[in-house]
């Protein structure tokens, strides 16, 4: 009996598909054991290198780190690796049928390994037609492996109604099996509003063709921002010129940030007990030696702790020495950039946007399993996909 295999696709980047693919596998190791459980991530595109030299995309690492699931083989769950500069690459080429053949052969040989399992989880890369050009869209894979597709919404009523009008019609036209929906990153306090107007007699009535099974509605995940946010060390990444300040393997470089404040007023009329918060981290120009030493006394004394210290201007200042040994002494993470505040604070809002799950987030993995007890139906999930 072949495994059922469930491919995890998305509206876009950053969707959730591997948070959702960690918050199955940590419910489904409470239903079958370990070893009946799969990954793959037929085709990825950030990679990372490994000791043995070969390259691995970078979601299928963190899966290896955080879940049940027995011996992964590495080459298995990733055989395909689009990386930057790819498409150019396969345009320029010649043979480029053959080359699509050779990369679908990787993925079924992957798929076929791991058919002693019972579930596999397919985690999908980007929005649905990535990789398209290539003859290895999100939809295009989904046939090759014959999967059946969770799809990951966006929160929101009007942004996700229009994102399934083009993605969903992108799969009904590929003649894919759309069986289940999850809305993730619903703002908390417009969970009930969404439930409401996003039904699934709205969603069978807008999406549904005639010869498909219903598309279930899985859950409503709330957005939480400890997921969301990135670490010190995430943000040191994003600049390409700084200087670390203390010791970047410490526990809190790797703790989720809380809010971005700026500091520009003087010393003087700085009252940091009113604004500043526990995990908050301070962009703040370097030349000040009077605001930087009241922000580390301040930070010695708060209740919790200062998530982190961004010194900006470093090309154009010298940070003075005693307040480098002061940050350095107080523990808290620092770096000082290049850039001035207003591009440093743009560099680190992206880092908002867009962060991922890193190798060392523990306490994102605890977090991601508590919402996956809380709001995924599992049991409904279960009845849509395996017990059908």
């Not at 209740?303 to 523990?331: C, D, M, R």
């Amino acid at each position: 009996m072949k495994p059922t295999i469930i491919y995890i696709a998305g509206s876009r980047q950053h969707s959730g598909k591997t948070v959702t693919s960690l918050g199955l596998l940590s419910l489904l190791s409470r239903e079958y054991p370990s070893d009946q459980l799969g990954y793959i991530k037929p085709v990825g595109q950030e990679v990372v290198n490994l000791s043995t030299g070969k390259t691995l995309d970078k979601d299928a690492v963190i899966i290896d780190a955080f879940t049940e699931v027995p011996a992964l083989d590495m080459e298995v769950i990733s055989p395909v690796q689009l990386p930057s500069g790819f498409t150019k690459n396969f345009l320029s080429s010649p043979g480029q049928q053959a080359f699509t053949d050779t990369l679908k052969v990787r993925i079924r040989k992957a798929v076929t390994s791991l058919s002693q399992k019972k579930i596999i989880i397919a985690e999908g890369t980007g929005h649905p037609g990535v990789g398209g050009i290539v003859g290895l869209s999100n939809a295009e894979v989904c046939n090759l492996i014959d999967a059946d597709i969770l799809y990951i919404s966006e929160g929101g009523i009007g942004k996700a109604l229009d994102k399934m009008e083009v993605n969903l019609s992108y799969f009904r036209l590929h003649k894919n099996r759309v069986r289940g929906i999850l809305f993730n990153k619903v703002i908390p306090s417009k969970i009930e509003q969404t439930k409401h107007y996003l039904t699934e007699d709205l969603i069978n009535r807008k999406f549904r063709s005639q010869d498909t099974v219903p598309i279930s509605i899985l859950g409503f995940l709330p957005q939480v921002d400890r997921i969301l946010h990135p670490s010190m060390n995430v943000i040191r990444a994003r600049f390409k010129n700084h200087k670390v300040l203390g010791n970047p393997d410490g526990k809190l470089w790797k703790t989720p940030l809380n809010k971005i404040k700026v500091i520009s007023l003087v010393a003087e009329a700085m009252y940091l007990e009113k604004y500043i918060e526990p995990g908050d981290v301070i962009l703040i120009a370097a030349s000040s030696r009077n605001r930087s030493s009241r922000v580390v006394r301040y930070a010695q004394k708060m209740k919790g702790y200062l998530g982190g210290l961004i010194l900006t201007s470093g090309e154009f200042t010298t940070l003075w020495p005693e307040i480098e040994t002061q940050i350095e002494k107080s523990g808290i993470p620092a770096i000082l950039v290049q850039e001035e505040t207003a591009k440093a604070e743009q560099i680190v809002s992206s880092s908002y946007t867009n962060s991922k799950i890193q190798i060392y987030d523990e306490e994102k993995i605890v977090l991601i399993k508590e919402l996956f007890q809380n709001h995924f139906d599992f049991q409904k999930f279960l009845d849509t996909f395996i017990r059908r």
